[in-house]
Nanobody, 119 residues
């Protein structure tokens, strides 16, 4: 069983910064892609950013230049540094990881952390 635990969400004023963290634990042999998605009320879940084990990243157009994704493979942890936050960044942010437990690949999700940006 694999768990993803997110932290770092909260309330911030527009223009401010937050850093999200997500740590994977449990039966982990290898982690391929790690990423962040978000879902605002009444909207579909969308990709924010993702990073593969080698370090290549894919960042959504709406956050490009403001958000940076990184990972610490030794700690099985992915981070999302969010700068110049806007009210439209308000959403629940979910961590995602594709994990190999030595027999099966699984697509795992965290419980979500709320990010609220006030204008």
């Amino acid at each position: 069983q694999v768990q993803l635990v997110e932290s770092g969400g909260g309330l911030v004023q527009a223009g401010g910064s937050l850093r999200l963290s997500c740590a994977a634990s449990g039966r982990i042999f290898r982690i391929n892609t790690m990423g962040w998605y978000r879902q605002a009320p009444g909207k579909q879940r969308e990709l924010v950013a993702q990073i593969v084990s080698g370090g290549s990243t894919n960042v959504g157009d709406s956050v490009k230049g403001r958000f940076t994704i990184s990972r610490d493979n030794a700690k099985n942890t992915v981070y999302l540094q969010m700068n110049s936050l806007k009210p439209e960044d308000t959403a629940v942010y979910y961590c995602n990881a594709v994990i190999w437990d030595s027999s099966t690949w699984s697509n795992s999700w965290g419980q979500g952390t709320q990010v609220t940006v006030s204008s």
